[in-house]
Structures are given as C-alpha cells and as structure tokens.
C-alpha cells in the first residue's frame, strides 16, 4: 500500500533552515508529479510546493516563493524541500503528496519561533 513518511521537521529560530523529507513506497514514485502541502493550527491546508515527474518544472505558493526548493530523487523514490529564510507564519504541519493519489501521511511539524 502506499506509504508516506515525512521527516525533517524541528523547532528553528526565524531566519533559520530546514530540510524536509518524505520516503515513499507503495507507488510508482519517478511517474508521480510531488507535492509539499502545509497546515497551521486554524487554517486550511495549503499547496505549498509542486514537482514534476523528472523534476524539470517546478511550482511554488506566492509565501515560500524564493525562499523553499522541493527537489526529488526518483532512484531514492524520495522528495525534499529544503526551507530557508524561514518566517514564523511558516509554522504548520507539512505533508508530502503523490498529486494524483488520495492519500496522505502522517506529516512534520515545522515550528519557527525565537
């Protein structure tokens, strides 16, 4: 079955860095387009970042813009965001996604905060 597994997440001050992960398994990883979503306490949950298959287009929210990557190692069956110049409205759980499978994992906390 398909399994997602996130990891990565802490506690950074504002201005910080982190690397988040997510190791997949269950699916055909190289034929998914990716996604990195975020959810804050009270708020809806947020496409924040997308990946193609190969990982030649990219596409990210107008908040992280310039400030995140997402990335991904199809041999590793592996996707990344890397996070820097974080803020702390970049508080949230964060999820990874196959865009086309409905299935989530069970997410990072990410807590930014001096």
């Known amino acids: 079955q398909v399994q997602l597994v996130e990891s990565g997440g802490g506690l950074v001050q504002p201005g910080g860095s982190l690397r988040l992960s997510c190791t997949t398994s269950g699916f055909t990883f190289r034929m998914n387009g990716m996604r990195w979503y975020r959810q804050a306490p009270g708020k809806e949950r947020e496409l924040v970042a997308h990946?193609?298959?190969?990982?030649?287009?990219?596409s990210y929210a107008d908040s992280v813009k310039g400030r995140f990557t997402i990335s991904r190692d199809n041999a590793k069956n592996t996707l990344y965001l890397q996070m820097n110049s974080l803020k702390t409205e970049d508080t949230a759980m964060y999820y990874c996604?196959?865009?086309?499978?409905?299935?989530w994992g069970q997410g990072t906390q990410v807590t930014v905060s001096s």
């Open positions: 990946i193609s298959t190969l990982g030649g287009s990219t």
């Open positions: 996604k196959a865009a086309l499978i409905d299935y």
